[in-house]
Nanobody, 129 residues
Framework: QVQLQESGGGSVQAGGSLRLSCAVS????????MGWFREAPGKEREGLAA????????YSADSVKGRFTIFQDNAKRTLFLQMNNLEPEDTALYFC??????????????????????WGEGTLVTIST
């Protein structure tokens, strides 16, 4: 059974940084398309960044380019999101997602809009002024 568990959320002041982690377990595929998404109160889900684990090719939303970086530790099956220069508008529930079947074909910029097959429950990030 595939499981994704996020951690690293919390409360920081504007301008600060956080690093989110997502531990993935229960899958046997050799590669995956994995990504970070967020949902702010009253807003739709927003795709932030995705990575194809076999090549480390990444895709990022324009709204977070230059501030957020997605990367992985493939050996530990852990996905990360480094978030710098945080703004109050970044306050949201952040969660990771993964797609394993046909990951090579599904991992493209459109995946930020379409989403993933498996999801974690999320970790809350609150940015104060």
């Amino acid at each position: 059974q595939v499981q994704l568990q996020e951690s690293g959320g919390g409360s920081v002041q504007a301008g600060g940084s956080l690093r989110l982690s997502c531990a993935v377990s229960g899958y046997t595929y050799s590669s995956a398309c994995m990504g970070w998404f967020r949902e702010a109160p009253g807003k739709e889900r927003e795709g932030l960044a995705a990575i194809y684990t076999a090549t480390n090719i990444t895709y990022s939303a324009d709204s977070v380019k230059g501030r957020f970086t997605i990367f992985q530790d493939n050996a530990k099956r852990t996905l990360f999101l480094q978030m710098n220069n945080l703004e109050p508008e970044d306050t949201a529930l952040y969660f990771c997602g993964a797609t394993f079947r046909n990951a090579y074909y599904s991992c493209n910029p459109d995946v930020l809009a379409y989403g993933m097959d498996y999801w974690g429950e999320g970790t809350l990030v609150t940015i104060s002024t």
